[in-house]
């Protein structure tokens, strides 16, 4: 015995022209997409790269910064490479250096100079004003006596420059 109901779902079955197939279709596809694209943007987020923080603004204030540009320059001299020192000194410096007509060991470790640096040390003493940095730096040289050359830090272009000893 059949019912109505049968009758009705046999009569849709057969005037069926798979439009409903083909949207049912349609709909897993865009369901399967939305899927594989929030999976991809998941592991391209939890597998991607952290962004580089910008290198840290040149400050006369920051005591790492202007330790590590003192050691820097205390580095070449020890090692004697007074042309790299020299490209640490600030325009002011250089032209300091013209005026006086001496090269830079002649003019920074002055009656020492002829003496090889064995070790060069950063003093407790500071001193600032808003546009340079003074800090005092103890040469050790190889017969055991002690030079203290002041070394003025300033900023120029856009970075920490020895500006004058």
């Not at 109505?4 to 057969?14: A, G, K, P, Q, S």
């Not at 590590?68 to 000194?89: L, P, R, S």
């Amino acid at each position: 015995m059949r019912t109505i109901f049968e009758d009705v779902n046999e009569r849709t079955d057969l005037e069926d022209d798979g439009r409903e197939s083909r949207t049912r279709t349609a709909f897993w596809l865009v369901a399967l997409l939305s899927f594989a694209v929030a999976f991809g943007t998941y592991y391209w987020i939890k597998h991607r790269k952290a962004a580089v923080p910008p290198p840290a603004a040149v400050s006369l204030s920051d005591d790492n910064q202007l330790n590590t540009t003192v050691n820097q320059f205390t580095a070449f001299i020890k090692a004697g490479n007074w042309d790299e020192a020299q490209k640490m000194v600030s325009s002011e410096g250089m032209i300091r250096l013209r005026t006086e007509n001496k090269s830079l060991k002649e003019s920074l470790l002055m009656e020492r100079s002829k003496d090889p640096v064995a070790e060069a040390l950063l003093t407790p003493s500071r001193s600032r004003t808003p546009s340079t940095t003074r800090l005092d730096t103890a040469f050790l040289f190889a017969t055991g006596e002690t030079k203290i050359v002041p070394l003025v830090l300033v900023e120029e272009n856009g970075r920490l420059v020895i500006n004058s000893w």
